[in-house]
């Protein structure tokens, strides 16, 4: 599993709440994405890293932002959660190959 | 946009016979196309991965098939056994330039009776 832990694993939320979800790797590997997967649409990449504090977007990027300001961990945030963020979102890292290493994943409901 | 298109989205095979997952792409500058396998509750994992220089890669009973001219590439497992039983998902991604991101399928669930 690469060394990727992800939290919280489930969180339940209400609209309109802020939230945070934390990946945190131990292997030192340079990028880093977050993805939401929701049935019909396999995984979609929301943001990812090639580096502390280089970010940029995925293709479902609005409604998120991202921090990295160290290597190891990555921050996804919903400023103001909406019942069309719940899903499942997984992290992922990927060193200086190709092969990119998931997470377990967090379950997030937004009622 | 869906820039990579999977089928079938679910496929019912019988112990010992062949599974056969299909995906089509829309842009020619991917340069890497893996497969990733996903059991419930866990995250995907890599199977197997290709690039585009080459037709076929195998590992094990698990081939992908690359067709460049078609922009098609196909996941063929042999001898399928009911621990193969998963979600698989393709996808394409620049590896070489750019974002080194990978634009998924939509997964298609396999189960394998025994």
């Known amino acids: 599993d690469a060394g990727i832990t992800q939290s919280p694993r489930h969180k339940v939320t209400e609209t309109g709440t802020p939230v945070t979800l934390r990946c945190h790797q131990t292997?030192?590997?340079?990028?880093m994405y977050w993805y939401r997967q929701d049935p019909g649409h396999g995984l979609r990449l929301i943001h990812y890293?090639?580096?502390?504090?280089?970010?940029d977007k995925g293709e479902v990027s609005d409604g998120y932002s991202v921090s990295r300001s160290k290597t190891e961990d990555f921050l996804l945030t919903l400023e103001s959660a909406t019942s069309s963020q719940t899903s499942v979102y997984f992290c992922?890292?990927?060193?200086?190959?190709?092969?990119?290493?998931f997470g377990p994943g967090t379950r997030l409901t937004v009622l | 946009q869906q820039q990579v298109k999977q089928s079938p989205q679910s496929l019912i095979v019988q112990k010992g016979g062949i599974s056969i997952i299909n995906c089509a792409y829309e842009?020619?500058?991917?340069?890497?196309f893996p497969w990733y396998q996903q059991f419930p509750g866990k995250g995907p994992a890599l199977l197997i991965a290709?690039?585009?220089?080459?037709s076929e890669k195998k590992e094990g009973r698990f081939t992908i098939s690359f067709n460049k001219s078609a922009k098609q590439f196909s996941l063929h497992i042999m001898d399928s056994q009911p621990g193969d039983s998963a979600t698989y998902f393709c996808?394409?991604?620049?590896?070489?330039?750019?974002?080194?991101?990978?634009?998924f399928g939509s997964g298609t669930r396999l189960q394998v009776q025994p």
């Open positions: 992922a890292t990927m060193a200086g190959g190709d092969t990119q290493y």
């Open positions: 292997e030192n590997h340079r990028y």
């Open positions: 890293s090639y580096g502390v504090k280089d970010t």
């Open positions: 842009n020619t500058a991917f340069d890497y």
């Open positions: 290709i690039r585009p220089d080459v």
């Open positions: 996808a394409a991604g620049f590896m070489d330039t750019g974002r080194r991101a990978l634009t």
